[in-house]
């Protein structure tokens, strides 16, 4: 018998934090999408594709949903909007302890307003009890008709290829929509910036990460290696020395550390020269 080929879009969506893009990334075996124990670490929708010899999916990751009103939080608001209402299935992401925030049931009535199937993954089933999981099940059934309900952990990889079996099979029979060794459509550009802000997530606290951008000024990707120049934005001068650090020892530091994801990325050794900048490129 002859199986039918899937391919279709998928959004990842919930709200911050409770491991979007760590899915991502697990699913497709490759940093894609970075990832913080801080909340808002992605800021924009990010393309990542899984595909087999039975189906492709192309996962949207979003910026976790949260109500807010500066110019950043308006953005990624419409981001995980637009993402949401073209996709053909919903995989929303839920930590029970999380579900009192008015913003997930806010999240759940975007998604209904739109078409697509939902499947709900309760997330981190790790450090929820059987019975937080079982609660948080029922209660969020009664909000909306789910396809399938099911815990997940990355953390011990629990039911995470049974997710991505259960996406699949959710998705309409259509052919690849991208090349079988394509795993995101991000460019070197983006990534390489989201990598350098991903130290700054992990390695500074409070506000500051919240305020910083990162843009890649020019790489120049040569045969034995890859030269990057990039700068790290910050919105004020006070911001600036945080940055670099005691004796330039932070810069030092995301430098360094950013070098070895790049490094992964590119397969070959690379020369990162980092800037601080003041300035907003909103
Ligand atoms: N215990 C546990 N922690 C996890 C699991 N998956 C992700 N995390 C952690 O949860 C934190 C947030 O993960 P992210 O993947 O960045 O979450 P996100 O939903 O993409 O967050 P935003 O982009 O801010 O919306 C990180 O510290 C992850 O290591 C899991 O299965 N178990
Ligand atoms: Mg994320």
Not at 57 to 80: A, C, Q, W
Request: a positive charge; charged letters at 20%; proline letters at 5%.
């Amino acid at each position: 018998m002859n199986i039918p080929f899937r391919c279709g879009n998928v959004a990842i969506a919930g709200l911050p934090n409770v491991g979007k893009s760590t899915l991502l990334n697990c699913i497709l075996g490759r940093k894609v999408s970075i990832t913080s124990p801080k909340p808002q670490t992605t800021r924009n929708s990010i393309r990542g594709i899984k595909t087999t010899p039975a189906y492709q999916i192309i996962f949207v990751d979003t910026p976790g949903y949260h109500t807010g009103n500066s110019r950043i939080d308006k953005l990624m608001i419409h981001e995980t909007g637009a993402a949401i209402l073209s996709v053909d299935l919903v995989c929303l992401l839920a930590e029970p302890r999380k579900d009192r925030k008015s913003d997930f049931y806010l999240l759940l009535e975007k998604i209904a307003a739109g078409s697509a199937p939902v499947i709900l993954a309760l997330s981190k089933a790790d450090i929820y009890s059987r019975k937080e999981l079982l609660d948080a099940a029922d209660k969020y059934s009664e909000f909306a008709n789910f396809l399938h309900i099911i815990p997940i952990s990355v953390r011990q990889g629990l039911n995470i290829e049974k997710l991505e079996y259960l996406i699949a099979d959710a998705l309409p029979t259509a052919q690849a929509a991208y090349s079988s060794d394509q795993v995101t459509t991000q460019t070197d550009l983006f990534l390489t910036a989201e990598f350098i802000r991903e130290q700054v997530f992990l390695l500074l606290h409070k506000e500051i990460p919240y305020s910083i951008f990162v843009e890649t000024d020019n790489i120049e990707n040569t045969e034995k290696a890859v030269y990057i120049d990039a700068s790290i934005m910050v919105s004020k001068e006070s911001h600036k020395p945080i940055i670099l650090g005691k004796g330039g020892h932070m810069l030092k530091e995301i430098g360094i550390n950013a070098r070895k994801e790049l490094k992964a990325h590119f397969g070959k050794n690379v020369h990162l020269s980092l800037w601080v900048k003041v300035g907003n490129p909103l």
